[in-house]
Every structure is written in C-alpha cells, then in structure tokens.
C-alpha cells in the first residue's frame, strides 16, 4: 500500500491527520486488497481516499463591539455511495482541511458499521463559541447557513452536532435553513426535542461507547462493575460516557479540558457530574472549578511541553480518551500498559496516535477504535432522521433499546471480519475491513 500512501500525501500535502487516517485503513485492508484484485483493477483506493465534493467559504458576521470578523467554512463530502451524505459540524479554532477530510474519512466506515444507508461527510469553521454570547453565536450560525444550505439537504447531505456544536448552534442552523427554504426539513440532527429532536440523542455517543466497552469485557467474562476509569474530556461525549460509567457501577476518577485534568480518588459520583454538567454546559465554565468545590480531588495544569499527559498515568482498568484527535500519545500508552489497563475505548475521533495504537495492538489489550466504539451518535441521528421522516417521536426507552442493539452488532461486525481475514480480536481491523467492503461493494455495483 505504500505506492497508495504516497499517491494520497503528494496529492494531499501537509495534510497529516488526512494522511494519518488513510494510513490506518489501508494497512488494515491489505489482506482483502490481496484476495480481490478487481479491487485493484478498478483504482478503488485512489477513489475512495479523493472527497466528492470539497466546499470551502469565508463566513463574515458582526461581533457585540460591531466589529466585523471573518471565519472560514468547510464541507467535504467524501463518500455517497452508500446514502446522503451525514456528518457532523466542528466549530473550533484547529478547524482546518486536513482534519475535515479525515473526519470525513473515518465517518465513511463508521457510517457503514451502523448497516445504515449514510455516506460520510464532515464540515465546520475555525469559529471559537467559547467566550461568545448568544447573539454572536446566533449572528455566526446565521452567516455560516447562509453559504453552506444550497448544499444541503434530507436526500443530499444532513449535518450532525460535533465539538463546539450543541442544541443551541443547531437551533440557530437549522432556523436560518427553515428561513430561506421556507420548509421545514431534517437537515440537521441534534436538534431540541421542540424542533423534531431525538430523545437519546445527546447522550447517544457516550451512552454508545460505554456499551461498546460492555461488549468488548464481555468477550472476558468482565463487565464493568467496581472498573476504574480515566475519561479524557468534559464535553457532551465525556459527560454522557461518565453517565453511562457511574450507572453500570463503574468507578469514573478523571476528567479533563483543555486547561487540564482533575482526579478525584473517591470517584466522580452522579452528584459530582451534575456538577461538573452545570459548569461546563450552563456556565461554560473551565474544569479547574471542580475543586473549588470538591476538595479532595486534585487538580493538574496542562503542560503542553510534555510527550505525555500524566492523567494517563494514573492507575486504572479502563481509559476513555474523549477529548481529540491524537491526545493519547505513544508515551501515554506504555504509561496505560505499565499500570496494567486491561481497556482502551474511543469516543473522540481517532484520540490515539499511530504510536498508541501499536503498541495497544502489540500488546493484545482490548483496544476499540473510534469508528466502532463511538459510531452511537451518529446511529441516532440515524434514528433522529427516521423519526423526522415519519413525523414522531420514539420514547426513550425504544431509542435507547435501539442504540443498544445497533453497539452490540457494531461489536459483532467487527469481531468477525477480524476472524475471517486472520486477526482475530482485532477491532480496528475489523472495523476497517467491515465498513471498507460495504462500502467498496456499493461503489463497484455503481459502476464508474
């Protein structure tokens, strides 16, 4: 694959993240490339690593101090053969080309896992809504739908909630499309329950990597009771993976944002959570403010100068990196390995480095890639999509049943294209190699 790697980085220059990601699929695709050369044949790796689409555009809006200020947006839409396009929305300041293309990229095969008809796509802008009020929010959403809703669409492409994207920014999108299209239309999944929202949908993507994780210890006759934890995070995904954790009698002790990490050794408790939800979610608040208020935890300043972050240090069974792309570095993994964590879940995207995964998969622990383990978000935009077509509303314990079941079948996917091309246990590579033939298979039926 190394003549394919080269053909994407000359094509794709100095998009790393991009290049990191097509890195792992095509490795873990290599033995199927070998048994099907019409694949070869038919330059189906070239075709499936090029976007379909690429939008970029510059969104201007009025700040409160009248100051007009400019951002810039992206959409690509990578792969449809499948489905409509379905992807999320980035709104942060590392926004950039390379990692929309390889959110893109990993969405294509984590769309497929779900064995629903979605094709992948990712979008957003180097807008920080930290910091910003309502109304600049708002004036932001506004200019952003402006350039972005002829692109867009139920049957074309739908946008998903993503870091820096809760219920409020989608409100704001999705009342800017119903203005200029006159109609109202699922463009947009994440959305308040008063706007056709799906119950579980927030939580989908914790809930989901936590059961996930269930799966996976099952397979050892474990479950997640009295396991220690460590979470990355203190977003929507961090929060509802910790929900999910205290409820299943695990025992959460860290918690993170970009300023640092707190540990509590008592364990973060669901009175400790609602705390930390309220902070994060109401006040917009920085998880320093935790031991303000709990004084028994600990609270460490990010040092950006380390190859490591020393919450990953801490002894535990089970490690949750829910924050970005490649915080878990390769020292942070034999630090994980060391304290003899048995557990590595995902449920950012792609939040381990190459070097991380290696050594996880060289050292046989169980290790769930994020295109498997936190594929629950966007299975109940799925779900939200379904609903909104038929003009209803399931109750939560049906979507949540729903959720459950479309993890335990991501997990089984994955374990039997393992098995069946010789890695047994290998999630990534079972992941890669299910999504990868669903897909491929759809593009060669297409034709040219």
């Not at 739908?145 to 946008?159: F, Q, S, Y």
Request: proline share 4%; hydrophobic share 40%; aromatic share 8%.
């Amino acid at each position: 694959m190394s003549d394919i790697l080269s053909f994407v980085k000359a094509k794709n220059p100095g998009e790393y993240e991009f290049h990191q990601a097509v890195e792992t699929v095509t490795a873990s695709v290599q033995t199927l490339i070998d048994r099907h050369p019409e694949y070869r044949q038919e330059a189906i790796i070239k075709r499936i690593t090029e976007p379909e689409k690429v939008f970029i555009f510059s969104v201007p809006w009025v700040d409160d101090q009248d100051q007009v200020q400019i951002n810039r947006g992206f959409r690509v839409g990578m792969n449809s053969a499948i489905g409509p396009y379905v992807g999320g929305v980035r709104f942060h300041p590392s926004v950039s080309l390379s990692i929309m293309k390889f959110l893109a990229f990993e969405q294509v095969f984590k769309n497929a896992l779900t064995t629903m008809n979605m094709g992948g796509a990712c979008g957003g802008a180097d807008f920080e809504p930290k910091g910003r009020s309502d109304r600049e929010v708002m004036r932001f959403c506004q200019s952003f739908m402006t350039e972005l809703h002829a692109h867009i669409g139920p049957d074309k492409d739908i946008l998903t909630a993503d870091i820096g994207v809760g219920a409020r920014e989608v409100g704001y999108l999705f009342g800017m499309f119903k203005k200029i299209h006159k109609k109202f239309s699922g463009i947009l999944t994440g959305k308040s329950l008063t706007l056709g929202g799906s119950l579980i949908r927030p939580e989908a993507t914790g809930y989901g990597t936590v059961y996930f994780a269930a799966q996976m210890l099952a397979t050892q006759n474990q479950t997640l009771e009295g396991k220690k934890c460590l979470i990355s995070g203190s977003g929507n995904v961090a929060q509802y993976t910790a929900e999910k954790l205290i409820e299943m009698g695990a025992v959460v002790l860290t918690m993170s944002d970009s300023s640092g990490y707190i540990y509590d050794e008592e364990g973060i408790d669901a009175g400790k959570l609602d705390y930390i939800k309220r902070l994060k979610n109401l006040r917009r608040g920085r998880i320093m403010e935790y031991i303000n208020k709990y004084s028994d935890a600990v609270y460490v300043e990010r040092d950006a100068a380390l190859d490591h972050q020393p919450m990953w240090d801490i002894p535990a069974n089970c490690a949750f990196p829910c924050a970005t792309q490649n915080e878990l570095t390769g020292k942070d993994a034999e630090n994980l390995i060391k304290n003899k964590v048995a557990l590595v879940c995902e449920g950012a995207d792609m939040p381990c480095s190459t070097e991380a995964v290696d050594i996880f998969l060289e050292e046989n622990i169980l290790y769930g890639p994020g295109k498997a383990a936190n594929a629950g978000g966007v299975a109940v935009s799925g779900l939200e999509m379904a609903q909104n077509s038929m003009r209803l509303n399931w109750p939560r314990q049906e979507v949540d049943a729903r959720l459950k079941t479309i993890m335990k079948n991501i997990h089984a996917i994955c374990l039997d294209a393992a098995e069946e091309y010789g890695q047994p246990g290998n999630y990534l590579a079972g992941a890669n190699i299910a999504g990868f033939v669903k897909v491929v298979d759809a593009m060669l039926d297409q034709g040219v």
